[in-house]
Each structure stands twice: as structure tokens, then as C-alpha cells.
């Protein structure tokens, strides 16, 4: 179903256009993105349900999640063969359910290697599939694109310069802004959530973020912790954790008592926690893209399994593994990743910044430049839109 329909036509409320549809998010911020797609189409095609993996947002978008997406969710090889059961009896059951004429129509969010394995099946039952936020196959694996250009339909990107790189294989990519820019509240008062975080005046606010999943907080988190004791030892700081909404706090705060620490914790409230901080220990991923959006400077730490590390540097296609040096093409936050990521190099790294006034307001100055490039909001609506427009020519053949 991977020929894509040329032309464009205004929304239209059509009932029943579609009757289920098969919705993939195996990541946190996978199931944020696809719970606020699936409000729009909702509104767009009356009559329509949703189903598959995903988290407490689908849920409460009105999807019905068959597998909870923390249960699959897995970072590096280890990771990813611990949870090798579920993963398989997942894709075992989606495969059947799409086999026997279940839905009508397949909706994925970024998550390859599970995600790729339901298009080629949905492909091969006719049915049209969209990939609303795209894997970064231009980072690594590339190879993999032949197979979105033989079974998506429509996919989705968050990047400007990915909708080239798409297109130019042979896949129906569009560019229509960075839902992230959805969730997020521009207007955070960040004097009124320091003194909700209990920061003096002049105080440093240095804020911890170790990640969503248990296997990368439980390698990075501890290094973090660590690094703060050197950090306290030279410079006053206050600390708080974000905890995100995927974790456990209790966790987080057992962990961190094992190490000697009894950390301020924060959780649901990331974004606003950033946007009060002076500098971050960030790990790499969604949250550097976020706490680009709100102009904190950081150094991106990150580990992985060792052999998971090796295998993503040989398949790698980029320089870089952070965000905003992504977006930027060169590095305007440092990078400590696996081996260099040690509690004494990311203290001596945030010292240079906590330090020196001068040098964080310069990298705020960098990440607030990449703003422009993420879009204009919205970008949920107009995927939703997208899709029903392609919905609707299909039907009319």
C-alpha cells in the first residue's frame, strides 16, 4: 500500500472512513506524541478507534494499548534481548491481528525495529500505513530506508533537512514542524518554579536528567551523582532530579541512597524544572531537544552496554550524538558518551560552564537559534489532516 496518492484535498469529516486502527508507540515520548495525533484524528474521523502499544497518553486520547509501551521499551542489545519474549509475542500478535482484516489502516511512531517489521506486514495486507515521527535512518542503519520506501505510505518528519534526505530515496516524507513543540508551555514562570524548588536568590540551580527507562538511568544516574559530589566540592550548587513520568521515584530516590545521596526529586514537571535550571547533566536523547527549547545549557552524558555502544558507532552516519549539535552541524554542547562519560570529566565539564557566566549565556544564545528551525506548532493537526486527506482519496479510489 506504499504508493503514495498524488494530490491534496480539504479536510473532510467522513463516516465511517476507517474503522480501527493499529497505533505503535513503543517509547515515552513516542506515546505523548501519538496520544495527541490521535485527538485530532478523532475529531476528523468520526467513528474511528485506535489500538495497539502505547502508554498512558493513548489511553487517555481514548486508545485502547494491548501492550503497555514501557514493557518494551529496552536501550542497547542487553536491554533489548531481556525483553526479547515480549517483543516477539507483541509482534507475533499484531501480525496475526493485521493478517486476519483487524483494522483498516496502520498509524507508527519512530521505534524501528519493531515498527519496520508491522509496516512490511501491514504492506502486505493492503493496508496504508503512516509513520508519524520517522527513525533517524540518516543517523545510522540507513540501509533500513528501503524498506519505508517499499511499505509507509506517508512519513512524517521532524527535521527540515530530513524531508530531502527521505525524499531523495524514495519515500513520501513531509516536514510539517516538530510536535514537540505541542506539549510545551513557552510561558514557563521560571522565578516562580525556582522558588517552588526552593532556590535562594543567586543560587545555581544545576539540574539531573538521567533518562526514562531503568536500564540507561541505572548507568548514568549513578556517574551523575558522583559527578555532583566533585562539583559540590568546588563550586555551590543546588541539585534537583527530574524523574520522568515513565519512572518510578521511589526508584530513583533508592538508587540514589545506595550511592550516598538523598536527592530533591521532581517528577511531571520536566520541562518546567529545565526551564529553571542554570546548567543540566542531561542525557542524550528527546530531553536535550527539550532542554534546547528552553535555552538551559548542558553537557549531553550518555552510556550504553558496551557492545550496543561498538555496534552503534559502526553503523553510525553522524559525528554527533546530541540533538542540538545534530541540528547546529557542529558542536555548541559537549558530548561525554559512554567510555569518556566519567563522574570527573562530566564535574570538570559543568564547572567550566557554572563558573563562568559568560560561557553559559553564549550557549543559550546557540540553542536559541535552533528554535526557528523546529517549525510552527501544530504540527499534530496537520499529520492528522495529512492522513485524512490520504484516507479520503484512497476511499474514492
Known amino acids: 500500500m506504499a504508493d503514495a496518492l498524488d494530490g491534496s484535498m480539504k479536510p473532510l469529516l467522513l463516516r465511517p472512513l476507517v474503522g480501527k486502527i493499529l497505533v505503535v508507540a513503543g517509547e515515552d515520548s513516542g506515546d505523548m506524541y501519538m496520544g495527541r495525533l490521535i ?15 502505547g502508554g498512558q497518553r493513548m489511553r487517555e486520547a481514548g486508545a485502547v494499548t494491548l501492550y503497555d509501551s514501557t514493557a518494551l521499551s529496552s536501550v542497547g542489545l542487553a536491554s533489548a534481548m531481556k525483553k526479547m519474549g ?42 496504508p500505513v503512516f509513520y508519524y515521527v520517522a527513525p533517524q535512518f540518516w543517523a545510522w542503519r540507513r540501509g533500513r530506508v528501503k524498506i519505508a520506501s517499499e511499505c509507509v505510505d506517508m512519513m512524517f518528519v521532524v527535521f527540515p533537512f530530513e524531508e530531502d534526505f527521505y525524499k531523495g530515496r524514495s519515500v513520501n516524507a513531509q516536514f510539517l514542524g516538530h510536535p514537540i513543540l505541542d506539549e510545551l508551555d513557552f510561558n514557563v514562570d521560571r522565578s ?13 540551580l544545576l539540574g539531573l536528567v538521567p533518562g526514562s527507562r531503568r536500564g540507561e538511568v541505572e548507568r548514568i544516574y549513578p556517574d551523575m551523582l558522583n559527578a555532583v559530589r566533585i562539583i559540590r566540592a568546588n563550586k555551590p550548587v543546588k541539585v534537583v532530579t527530574m524523574c520522568a513520568d515513565s519512572m518510578d521515584e521511589d526508584y530513583i530516590r533508592k538508587l540514589a541512597s545506595t550511592h550516598g545521596e538523598e536527592p530533591q526529586i521532581v517528577k511531571g514537571m520536566t520541562w518546567n524544572a529545565m526551564n529553571a535550571c542554570d546548567f543540566l547533566l542531561c542525557k542524550s536523547g528527546t530531553s536535550t531537544l527539550q532542554a534546547t527549547l528552553a535555552g538551559t545549557p548542558m553537557v549531553v552524558v550518555y552510556k550504553a552496554d558496551a557492545f550496543s555502544y561498538l555496534l552503534a558507532r559502526l553503523l553510525s552516519h553522524v559525528k554527533w550524538a546530541a540533538i542540538p549539535n545534530l541540528l547546529a552541524g557542529r558542536e555548541i554542547v559537549p558530548e561525554l558518551l559512554q567510555w569518556k ?57
Not at 382 to 396: G, H, N, Q
Open 192 to 204: 516562580a518554579i525556582r522558588a517552588q524548588l526552593g532556590v535562594r536568590p543567586n543560587e545555581l
Open 86 to 127: 515480549v517483543f516477539t509475542s507483541a509482534l507475533r500478535d499484531l501480525k496475526s491481528r493485521i493478517a486476519s482484516g483487524e483494522y483498516d489502516a496502520v498509524i507508527l511512531v519512530d521505534y524501528p525495529d519493531f515498527n519496520l517489521r508491522i509496516a512490511k506486514a501491514a504492506d502486505k495486507a493492503g493496508l
Open 39 to 53: 485527538g485530532h484524528l478523532s475529531a476528523l474521523l468520526e467513528g474511528a478507534s485506535f489500538e495497539g502499544i
Open 341 to 397: 562519560a566519567t563522574p570527573q570529566a562530566v564535574a570538570a565539564t559543568a564547572l567550566a560552564y557554572l563558573t563562568d557566566p559568560a560561557k553559559r549565556e553564549e550557549m543559550k544564545k546557540e540553542l536559541g537559534k535552533l528554535r526557528a528551525g523546529l517549525g510552527e506548532r501544530g504540527a499534530s493537526h496537520r499529520a492528522a489532516v495529512s492522513i485524512t486527506e490520504f484516507l479520503t482519496k484512497l476511499k474514492r479510489g
